[in-house]
């Protein structure tokens, strides 16, 4: 099998010609193979070698290549054209051995042959070669599996599992990502596997996780999760979700768990290609359902709970502040626009008291509010919160100073922030851009009395 050399950078093939002119081998290895020979185009690529990572960087500087030793004693060196068009990784071929004592630090040495190099990588399909004139070098069966759409480690599964536990997430997010099938032997390599997942740090299954949300088969990666046993380690409290049903006659369900319910929505959000922040959202919105027993008809304020206990469980799994704040926000309010709507208040109206009071979060709630539901009019409604929120300014034009002057007998307190959100929403309805027109529009409303026009001269 060959490929086109058409379809690879030229700067790529030239990298291997410099290394080929000193009497080292070069080929494209890894996910680029993987991609060229899927029809895709590869985001980035890799060279392996039998060059020192030494050799390397003395060779390519000296053809006026910039050499940056990123990775050294993995054998790795980023290497970048004169161009600086493209930014290609160079390794040694290696070898590595794995202590269990150390973790999944390896203890690299450098190989002789591409053939002891892909015999340590994870998946088949990941462990195949190019060399300069395009013929693709097999010798894991990496092809084979390619063209059946198969997810398979390379030789004993159980020894690539000890290597590198993330490794098990990973053809999660592979079978994920390309829509494949996990093989049989890896996916019960897996199962007997799923304790060892506990020696990685939260902070490299969180970057998995969030990977696999950025895919369109989010919601196979959470079934997949649940199948493998993974969820255990990662988010027990899914076997909770499992374990509690709407009642057949609760509004919008059919008797379905809160888990199968969960993987319906992050379903809907992978065919509108929603933000894995969302999706994160969206897999924790109803985790505080388990609260309420096996089977209920009711689950008044589980949104509440639901942010409580999606705050922790991104705390564990190292989530910024920043995210942990975005994603409980839309857990908090993802029943707001979903009551609205129920209540008969108008669309215009929802969007501008989501937009008031959650900003930039409003199309989110939205999108949400449609996958939870189903209901296109959402989808509607947050196109047209997206567009207000580009052609206007979402700060405020009345301040809590404003209100302290407009009401002098008054105290500062909670009142502040729930008029403020009110005249907020009426800027937005409106398209105002005048604090006295928020002001005079909120009198005629009956949001603020009529006194305070003659107190309006204050705020000059």
Excluded: C
Excluded at 111 to 131: H, M, P, W
Excluded at 437 to 442: H, L, Q, R
């Amino acid at each position: 099998m060959k490929v086109d050399l058409s379809k690879i950078p030229k700067d790529v093939i030239e990298a291997m010609k410099i290394l080929h002119s000193h009497g080292y081998q070069a080929y494209i290895v890894g996910g680029a193979v993987r991609d060229l020979l899927l029809g895709k185009s590869p985001s980035d690529y890799d060279i392996a070698t039998d060059a020192t990572p030494e050799e390397v960087m003395k060779i390519f500087e000296q053809h006026g290549w910039k050499a940056v030793p990123t990775g050294i004693e993995f054998g790795t060196v980023l290497v970048l054209p004169p161009s600086r068009s493209i930014k290609i990784e160079v390794t040694t071929f290696r070898k590595e051995m794995y202590k269990e004592e150390r973790g999944r630090k390896p203890i690299v040495s450098w190989a002789k042959s591409l053939r002891e190099d892909v015999e340590r990588r994870d998946f088949t399909i990941n462990a195949l070669a190019i060399d300069i004139h395009g013929n693709v070098i097999d010798y894991v069966g990496g092809v084979e599996d390619l063209r059946r759409g198969i997810i398979r480690f390379v030789g004993n599964p159980d020894e690539r599992i000890r290597e590198d536990p993330l490794r098990m997430l990973r053809a999660l997010r592979f079978a994920t990502k390309l829509g494949f099938t996990i093989d049989p032997e890896t996916f019960e390599a897996i199962k007997r596997n799923v304790e060892k997942i506990t020696r990685v740090s939260m902070e490299r299954i969180r970057d998995e996780i969030l990977k696999a949300a950025e895919t369109k088969r989010f919601h196979k990666f959470i079934e997949l999760l649940y199948k493998s046993g993974l969820y255990r380690y990662i988010i027990p409290e899914l076997e909770e979700m499992n374990r509690v049903s709407h009642h057949p006659e609760t509004k919008g369900h059919h008797g379905e768990t809160v888990f199968e319910h969960t993987l319906e929505v992050l379903k809907r959000l992978d065919e509108v290609g929603a933000h894995p922040e969302l999706k994160i959202a969206a897999l924790l919105h109803d985790i505080g359902k388990i609260k309420f027993g096996p089977v209920s008809k009711h689950f008044h304020l589980h949104e509440v709970y639901s942010a409580e206990m999606a705050r922790e469980i991104l705390r564990r799994l190292r989530f910024s502040n920043r995210e942990i704040e975005r994603i409980t926000k839309i857990i908090e309010a993802h029943m707001i626009p979903i009551n609205m709507l129920n209540q008969g208040v108008p669309p215009e109206k929802i969007v501008s008291r989501l937009i008031a009071k959650y900003g930039d979060l409003a199309p989110e709630i939205l999108i949400h509010a449609y996958a939870d539901t189903g209901n296109r009019i959402f989808l509607e409604l947050a196109r047209e919160a997206r567009e207000r929120l580009r052609m206007m300014s979402t700060k405020p034009l009345v301040t809590g100073s404003d209100l302290l002057k407009l009401f002098p007998g008054r105290a500062p307190g909670p009142w502040i922030k729930e008029l403020k959100e009110k005249l907020f929403e009426i800027q937005i309805r409106k398209g105002l851009k005048n604090k006295y027109k928020v002001i005079e529009e909120a009198v005629k409303e009956g949001v603020l009395p009529k006194e305070v026009l003659e107190r309006i001269n204050v705020l000059i």
